[in-house]
């Protein structure tokens, strides 16, 4: 298993703990392993290019991606590209950890921001989606440590007014004599 690719786009950009100097090329392939493998070429466009795109630029970023270690292919039938099933991607991971409920686990995988120069729609889209999970799932469990493990990471109004109201309950909690039982979430 430690053979198969590893595409890293959180916080970093690398292929098989390499840092990548075709960006481009990372976010094609994330963007065919969060389309489960393939994705409509047309689709592509719109979401990797802001305004028109030169009719080279998938087949340039599928080539550099190729060159990188990922089988990124162009299946004409169908006018989709393809990535090799066996790719890892830590976006998936992390998003896979999450809807599973292993929310310490997914922070700790959090390096920081999707793609983080990119400004691709495609790019732009999934870090607004990731933080939103990240502040979803930590607001909705139990766990202090979490809320503050996840606001070192995302900047979210939210999680600072949950940090203020768990913050005050955790201080106003000693000063009572009698405690009052806190109906624990499941986190995994």
Same mark, same amino acid.
């Given at each position: 298993?430690?053979d198969l690719?590893?595409v890293?786009?959180?916080g970093?950009?690398?292929?098989?703990?390499?840092?990548?100097?075709?960006?481009?090329?990372?976010?094609?392939?994330?963007?065919?392993?969060?389309?489960?493998?393939?994705?409509?070429?047309?689709?592509?466009?719109?979401v990797?290019?802001?305004g028109?795109? &030169? %009719?080279?630029?998938l087949? #340039?970023? *599928?080539?550099r991606? +190729?060159?990188?270690?990922?089988e990124v292919q162009?299946?004409?039938?169908?006018g989709?590209?393809?990535?090799?099933?066996?790719?890892?991607?830590?976006?998936a991971?992390?998003l896979?950890?999450?809807?599973?409920?292993?929310?310490?686990?997914?922070?700790?995988?959090?390096?920081?921001?999707?793609?983080?120069?990119?400004? &691709? %729609?495609?790019a732009?889209? #999934?870090? *607004?989606?990731?933080? +939103?999970?990240?502040?979803?799932?930590?607001?909705?469990?139990?766990?202090?440590?979490?809320?503050?493990?996840?606001?070192?990471?995302?900047?979210s109004?939210e999680l600072?007014r949950?940090?203020?109201?768990?913050?005050?309950?955790?201080?106003?909690?000693?000063?009572?004599?009698?405690?009052v039982?806190?109906?624990?979430?499941p986190?995994?």
């Open positions: 298993m430690n690719p590893m890293q786009t959180l970093e950009c690398r292929v098989n703990g390499q840092p990548v100097r075709h960006r481009r090329a990372v976010e094609l392939s994330a963007a065919l392993v969060l389309s489960d493998g393939a994705a409509p070429r047309d689709w592509l466009l719109s990797l290019f802001e028109e795109a &030169s %009719p080279s630029s087949p #340039t970023l *599928a080539m991606a +190729r060159k990188l270690g990922l162009y299946e004409r039938e169908i989709a590209y393809r990535i090799d099933e066996d790719v890892r991607c830590d976006v991971e992390f896979f950890l999450l809807s599973q409920g292993y929310l310490a686990q997914a922070l700790e995988m959090y390096k920081g921001p999707f793609m983080a120069r990119s400004t &691709s %729609p495609f732009v889209q #999934t870090r *607004a989606q990731l933080e +939103r999970h990240i502040v979803r799932s930590v607001v909705e469990c139990d766990d202090i440590r979490l809320v503050e493990a996840a606001d070192r990471v995302v900047t109004p600072t949950e940090l203020a109201r768990r913050g005050a309950q955790r201080v106003a909690a000693p000063m009572t004599r009698r405690a039982p806190v109906a624990a979430k986190v995994g």
